[in-house]
């Protein structure tokens, strides 16, 4: 168990929660054209091999990066378990969405409650992670 990785920990979650609030946030016509803009950017030449780094960076990366600090900095096993299903959730959830786009679909209502959800349980888990560093560590 390390200090350095709980302090990691705790800030990485600040950061985290900060992006899922202005997710929670953002009103459905504002995600829609951000989407909209996605898969006009997403559909030009070249940009294959950038959706693959996008990709790689925000769903197997970051939640690598957080995972590990959250083990390192010796928070229990099941909040660790839980942050797994929730980081899986999201990519699985986020790929789905960013295929329909790629397809030439629309941003749906539906879409948007999805990402609002997720965004709460994004913000509901990086409390979890603030107060169990703060359990482990004072």
């Known amino acids: 168990m390390s200090l ?6 705790a800030v990485l979650s600040v950061v985290y929660a900060g992006m899922n609030a202005y997710q929670l946030t953002s009103g459905y016509e504002a995600v829609r054209e951000k989407a ?18 996008v990709r790689a960076l925000f769903y197997l990366a970051a939640p690598l990066l957080y ?21 899986w959730m999201s990519s699985f959830v986020g790929i789905r969405t960013e295929h329909r786009l790629l397809r030439g679909e629309d941003y749906t209502p539906g ?26 560590w004072m």
């Open 4 to 9: 350095f990785q709980a302090k990691l920990a």
């Open 111 to 136: 879409d948007h409650r999805l990402s609002r959800v997720d965004a709460a349980l994004n913000l509901a888990l990086a409390a979890a992670v603030v107060w169990q560093v703060l359990e482990v």
């Open 67 to 87: 995972l590990l600090t959250m083990i390192g900095a010796g928070l229990p096993g099941i909040l660790l378990i839980a942050a797994g299903v929730k980081f």
């Open 36 to 53: 909209r803009l996605f898969s006009e950017i997403a559909a030009g030449e070249g940009a294959s091999w950038r959706l693959r780094l």
